[in-house]
């Protein structure tokens, strides 16, 4: 690691650099506490708890992506501070609307849902609207924080949100709380921290917030509309094509939906310890650098860098995870290390894709964005859903496969576009 770090010291600005670090120095402490829950965890809860979870945190993910339409990803990139102010009202109020339409969409239509969806899970319903609230909050004080460069006051809601979660997920589940203790951890862990955003916010912002006015408003939002218009359907074309086949998979087959959610739960830790951060810096990073026409070399540096870094780990957990996973997880969970060898390919790309893929729409394109997004939705949870309907033996594999293909296109037309436009 520290050979890689002198590479990218030497290539990149090492504000970069340092910003990375104090990400993943938080998020490494934040790894360390739910990795190290895992084998409790499991043992306290099974399978079938887990894929209940697995569908709440789908439905819950689909709806929170387009909670503010994406108007908090435009809070970076804005030129002045005014018009990040204006970005951030605008994402509460889509917030406060999101909200709105959810809890009378629930109330109206309560008996519905639950018959469509279950009753395992239309019972937890009711908590969809208190983890919309809290995610989205944090979600858009969290890149007023990135804005900021404010990556150490990030760090530690990072491992807030670890400890909090995982802590009411241990205690509930010591209880036998079964399956209510998983989602009352993952909606602790999704909200906490954003006492200490919005804290920091106001301090920062009290005197532009009092200048904003309706005018402006409608100004930074005619201004930023491509981001509501375009990528908004994108990401939730995105979302909707990783979190609805898990769905359909743990509404349908069952503890197969556990399996898969903890595998890629185990998955995600790289691109949680070290790509998330890395995709933050970048975002922070990339507006100024396409302005300054050296948007191309920085990116192609960043997916080198990542692409190194991972390589020999990723190998590594996916030659290892079939023999590990009885002994760390519990002899009910062996599935789950055969299904983590089996997204290794997968999950490296993605860990490299996913940081550089902001790049779209530092250049504009968020309709080529829009395009890919909506194909992986068709290639993904289309394929799933047809093999649940013809061979449902091979619907997890499939899943699996789609994750690689799409991200290998994705990679590959960000790069080639990166190249073209990014000087």
Not at 99 to 122: K, Q
Not at 337 to 347: A, I, K, Q, Y
Not at 396 to 406: C, D, H, K, M
Request: proline residues 3%; glycine residues 8%; charged residues 15%.
């Amino acid at each position: 690691m520290s050979y890689f770090l002198k590479k990218i010291k030497a290539s990149l600005q090492s504000k970069f650099v340092r910003g990375v670090l104090v990400l993943v120095g938080g998020a490494g402490l934040a790894q360390v506490i739910s990795v190290a829950a895992l084998p409790i965890l499991t043992r306290l809860y099974t399978p079938s708890d887990f894929s209940i979870l697995a569908s709440y945190s789908a439905i819950l993910a689909i709806i929170s992506t387009i909670s503010c339409v994406r108007l908090e990803i435009a809070i970076p990139i804005a030129e002045k501070d005014s018009e990040a102010i204006n970005l951030v009202v605008l994402s509460f109020l889509s917030l406060f609307i999101s909200l709105t339409v959810l809890t009378l969409g629930l109330l109206t239509f309560n008996s519905e849902i639950r018959s469509i969806l279950g009753t395992e899970v239309g019972v937890f319903l009711w908590l969809l609207p208190i983890g919309l609230l809290g995610s989205s909050i944090y979600k858009v004080l969290q890149f007023w924080a990135t804005r900021k460069k404010d990556f150490k006051l990030l760090a530690r809601t990072r491992v807030e949100q670890s400890f909090y979660g995982t802590s009411a997920q241990l205690s509930l589940g010591w209880f036998a709380y079964g399956s209510i203790g998983l989602l009352t951890g993952q909606i602790l862990q999704s909200a906490a921290g954003m006492f200490r955003l919005s804290k920091s916010f106001y301090s920062d912002s009290i005197l532009e917030l009092k200048k904003v006015k309706i005018s402006s408003l409608k100004e930074t939002l005619f201004k930023f509309k491509s981001f509501p218009l375009y990528s908004a359907s994108e990401s939730l074309f995105n979302v909707a094509a990783i979190q609805l086949p898990i769905f359909m998979i743990a509404t349908t087959l069952g503890d197969e939906g556990g399996f898969l959610m903890l595998g890629m739960k185990l998955l995600a830790i790289p691109a949680t310890l070290l790509g998330a951060a890395v995709g933050q810096v970048y975002l922070s990073e990339a507006a100024e650098k396409y302005h300054n026409g050296e948007l191309k070399n920085f990116t192609n540096k960043t997916t080198m860098y990542l692409a190194k870094i991972s390589m020999v780990p990723f190998f590594a957990v996916g030659v290892m995870a079939p023999i590990l996973s009885s002994f760390f997880l519990g002899d009910d969970w062996a599935r789950t290390g055969v299904l983590v060898s089996f997204m290794v390919p997968w999950f490296f790309l993605q860990f490299i894709t996913s940081p550089v893929s902001m790049a779209l729409h530092i250049v504009n394109l968020q309709k080529i964005a829009f395009y890919l997004q909506f194909f992986g939705l068709i290639l993904r949870a289309g394929g799933v859903f047809l093999l649940l309907h013809l061979n449902s033996s091979f619907c997890v594999e499939y899943y699996i496969l789609s994750g690689f293909l799409f991200y290998s296109l994705y990679l590959t037309t960000v790069l080639v576009i990166v190249n073209k436009r990014g000087k």
